[in-house]
């Protein structure tokens, strides 16, 4: 059983431009969560999502941040119009129904020039 | 809200001497607890897990951890540490019938010869 999947490990952008982080969850599973470290710091979680359906934003900036998990397909976390401050590694979690423990991806650690 | 304190940021040991990481937490509801390690540029791995029953819970790699619900701890323990557990370890609880992990902001233990 392949472990939850994240792409790209590392992106680079240019402020101003548009980051898309991909996150696919472990099979079986149809809870994905998205946090972000920046350096230095913990873990901040940002969305909650099930199939179709956000759960639970409010980790999530008001503005150029937005996330979805589609019915077929893997979740995307959209930030448009970098900053330097969006620079950070990304993570996705998921979990089964009903479960309280969450699983995580490998990271996508983004850098705005 | 829950909140979660590591007051050690860093937690040098010589290789096979014991080893202590502090976790506080603070919640007004009943919590689930974990531990998760990352090695550098890597994932969270979670190592354990207190959800119910006996206070006092093993992991992978040999880590064990108590729950003491009167002093609101979570310490994660080893009894003979190895150079390969040189890594960040984070504290992280959920409200009982929450969604989202809140985080500590780490501990890094640097296992030394």
């Known amino acids: 059983n392949a472990g939850v999947m994240q792409n790209p490990r590392h992106l680079v952008r240019r402020r101003g431009q548009e980051a898309r982080l991909r996150c696919s969850p472990m099979?079986?599973?149809?809870?994905v969560y998205w946090y972000r470290q920046l350096p230095e710091e913990g873990l901040k979680f940002m969305v909650y999502?099930?199939?179709?359906?956000?759960?639970?934003e409010s980790g999530m900036p008001k503005e150029r941040f937005s996330a979805e998990f589609p019915k077929e397909g893997p979740s995307i976390l959209r930030i448009q119009q970098v900053v330097r401050g969006d620079s950070a590694a990304y993570f996705c979690?998921?979990?089964?129904?009903?479960?309280?423990?969450?699983?995580f991806g490998p990271g996508t650690r983004l850098l705005v020039l | 809200a829950q909140s979660v304190t590591q007051l050690d940021s860093q937690v040098p040991v010589f290789e096979e001497a014991p080893v202590e990481l502090r976790c506080n937490y603070s919640s007004s509801v009943s919590v689930y607890l974990f531990w998760y390690v990352q090695y550098p540029n890597q994932g969270l791995q979670l190592l354990l897990k207190y959800l119910s029953g006996s206070t006092l819970v093993k992991g992978i790699n040999g880590f064990e951890a108590e729950f003491n619900k009167s002093q609101t701890s979570f310490h994660l323990r080893k009894p003979s540490v190895h150079i390969s557990d040189t890594a960040e370890y984070f504290c992280a609880v959920k409200a009982g019938g929450g969604n989202k992990l809140t985080f500590g902001t780490g501990t890094q233990l640097k296992v030394e010869l």
């Open positions: 099979k079986g599973h149809s809870h």
């Open positions: 979690a998921s979990s089964p129904r009903g479960s309280e423990t969450q699983y």
């Open positions: 999502l099930q199939k179709e359906n956000i759960i639970d």
